[in-house]
C-alpha cells in the first residue's frame, strides 16, 4: 500500500476509531524520539519532545505502529511503556 491510498494528496488527516490521525505523526515521532534519546540535547528540548511524543501517542496506537515496530532504545521503551 502507497501513502496515497492512506491519506491522499488533499487530505491531512483521518479518523480512525474516534482518533485523529495526522499527515506527518510517524515522522514527528521518530525527530522526537531522536531528541529524547540524544544524551546532548538540552533538558528543554527533551522536555518538548517529551511532551509532543505523548500527544501523539493516541496516533501512534490507533494506526498500529507499536504492533510492529519496536523501540530499540531501552529507556524510550520502558518510558513508552509507560505512557
Sequence with gaps: M???QILPDHVDQID??????RKGTV??????ARIW?????SDEARAHAE??????????????FFDV????????????DTH
Design 69 to 80: 515496530v519496536e523501540i530499540r532504545d531501552v529507556s524510550l521503551r520502558k518510558w513508552l
Design 16 to 21: 480512525l476509531n474516534g482518533t485523529m490521525v
Design 51 to 64: 511532551a509532543d511524543i505523548v500527544e501523539g501517542l493516541s496516533a501512534l496506537r490507533a494506526i498500529g
Design 27 to 32: 515522522a514527528a515521532f521518530l525527530a522526537n
Design 37 to 41: 534519546t540524544d544524551e546532548s540535547a
Design 2 to 4: 502507497r501513502a496515497d
